[in-house]
């Protein structure tokens, strides 16, 4: 999270330095990237990996991050894990992984 915004202001510095018009375009640009890339391509990518709408994904994520704090979700992932090996006797090492996340992969089997 923090690379995205860190090479953001730098390339609003840089900017800067030419003119405010080319910061604010830079600026404008940098804003569109990650609006983009947190509202439509990570609830897309996430929503197809767990087999759940996108929608949900978005305001399931979006709140428990607003509830707890960010150490949440990776409090949440950990826990989901535990249940799962401890409960339900699910390897994770074994499980198959998204096609999604991994198409090369899947296409290398066949």
């Not at 990237?33 to 990518?45: A, E, H, M, S």
């Amino acid at each position: 999270m923090i690379g995205p915004l860190v090479a953001g202001a730098f390339a609003v510095g840089v900017g800067l330095t030419q003119s405010v018009h080319l910061a604010l375009l830079a600026l404008a640009v940098v804003l569109v990237v990650r609006l983009t890339q947190d509202y439509i391509v990570n609830p897309r990518v996430m929503g197809s990996a767990v087999g759940m709408s996108p929608l949900v994904v978005l305001f399931s994520a979006s709140a428990v991050v607003f509830l707890f704090g960010g150490f949440a979700v990776l409090l949440a992932s950990v826990v989901v894990t535990l249940v799962d090996v401890a409960v339900r006797n699910k390897n994770p090492a074994e499980e198959e992984s998204p096609t999604v996340l991994f198409p090369a992969a899947k296409e290398a089997e066949r």
